[in-house]
């Protein structure tokens, strides 16, 4: 894992001062030096890939993989986002057999843009979701970062909303175990938009594991942070109807809504 240095982290916890919870607000203060910064800018990143090599992963029925599939060709990178947010889940109480259920997710994407520029290389961005984790971001005041957007959950599906741009389900496609500590850290995940305009990434997963049940019936709130990678190839894509019947894209017992 590649080291940054204090100067940098001090830029990046600057940076990175999120407000924990749903009811983040859209834009928060930005210093002055930061308002020529895009609140939207994929192209800091041209020339980075998204990462897709995991632990290898064997689902029921299917092939064992360690790879999630790359992006279309033809769909470029529209939007990079640093993320945080909340898994639930609910312990049934049945045994400690029992696994926890997925109940709801929150989460909030934060524009990369102002990072990048901050960072060494792009192996240095990908290490900051495991640093970032466990950083108390409640403590510190004067958030310079853009909300771009969030992702929650209604009818036990994932809904992303991209402010001003588009609002649109996320469906599972496939997903493999995280490199790294897969007791700790969640699945690297790849999901779909209805109509297929959007590809998202979820990779490079700190925390968000399902809980260990025991006897007691309880709820659990998993923090957790991740990296996303939007590509798009045109199109509204809002949440309308569509002809794609989901269990074509996952079966739900491998992979419930959260992305």
């Known amino acids: 894992m590649v080291a940054v240095t204090p100067i940098l982290w001090l830029t990046t916890i600057i940076l990175l001062s999120f407000v924990r919870g749903s009811s983040s607000a859209r834009r928060f203060d930005r210093r002055s030096d930061l308002d020529y910064i895009p609140p939207i800018n994929a192209s800091a990143a041209a020339g980075w890939a998204v990462p897709l090599q995991g632990s290898n992963t064997c689902d029921p029925h299917k092939a064992c993989t360690d790879s999630l599939s790359p992006p279309p060709s033809g769909k470029p990178l529209q939007y990079l986002a640093i993320a945080r947010g909340l898994y639930m889940y609910l312990c049934p109480g049945g045994g400690p057999r029992e696994v926890a259920k997925f109940q709801s997710q929150s989460t909030q994407l934060y524009d990369a843009a102002p990072l990048i520029q901050n960072l060494p290389n792009e192996e240095a961005f990908h290490a900051l979701p495991a640093k970032l984790h466990d950083f108390d971001y409640e403590q510190l005041k004067n958030s310079t970062l853009e909300c771009l957007g969030t992702i929650g959950t209604v009818n036990d599906t994932a809904i992303v909303t991209l402010f001003d741009i588009a609002t649109f389900e996320a469906l599972p496609y496939e997903s493999v175990l995280p490199p790294d500590d897969p007791g700790s850290n969640g699945r690297w995940t790849h999901s779909v938009s209805p109509k297929r305009d959007w590809d998202i990434y979820r990779v490079e997963v700190a925390g968000g594991t399902p809980p260990i049940c025991d006897n007691t019936q ?42």
């Open 218 to 259: 309880f709820m659990a709130e998993e923090e957790y942070t991740a990296e996303y990678w939007f590509f798009y190839s045109g199109g509204e894509d809002l949440w309308t109807p569509n002809n794609i019947k989901r269990e074509e894209l996952v079966d739900p017992k491998d992979m419930p809504a959260f992305i």
